[in-house]
């Protein structure tokens, strides 16, 4: 089996565990956004960024940009290389679905069995993992009825 089979997708897996178990806490949301404490001497709230660099807008605000959207960035990017690796016919196609596949299982397993791993950026890069499959499922068989010359009568796809 290819290198090229494997799911890119299982780069975000990797660097959202070790991010949410080396940094420990039971609060995952606090290392990809930050988090708010109260002082309890001053009695004024605390705010714990997790901003990798904040910029200024022309219209007077301020984006945030922030470890969360930093590893969502990551997910969609390598997304969409793997919609583009599914648009190539090659022998390792069938072991990057099936590998695909497996990956969305683990991911939605860990989604809902895992307490740190129960959180929106995690859902939303279980969705990423289900678009692989799904997309990849599609443009796959797209492809291949292309490549094969599938065409029956009233079928007019080409």
């Not at 930050?34 to 984006?63: C, Q, R, V, Y």
């Amino acid at each position: 089996m290819s290198y090229r089979a494997i799911p890119l997708l299982f780069i975000v897996l990797i660097i959202y565990n070790a991010l949410v178990f080396a940094f420990g806490g039971t609060n995952p949301d606090a290392i990809f956004y930050g988090s708010a404490s109260l002082d309890t001497t001053t009695n004024k709230l605390i705010t714990h960024s997790a901003d990798l660099f904040s910029l200024k807008m022309p219209n007077g605000g301020e984006w945030h940009f922030q470890l969360g959207d930093l590893v969502l960035l990551i997910g969609i990017l390598l997304l969409a290389v793997e919609v583009v690796k599914a648009t190539y016919t090659r022998g390792a196609a069938l072991a990057d679905q099936a590998l695909s596949t497996i990956l969305f299982v683990v991911f939605l397993v860990e989604f809902m069995l895992v307490p740190k791993a129960s959180t929106s950026l995690f859902f939303l890069l279980t969705l990423l993992t289900a678009f692989d499959v799904v997309v990849g499922s599609i443009i796959g068989i797209r492809t291949a009825r292309r490549d094969i010359g599938f065409s029956g009568p009233g079928n007019s796809d080409q």
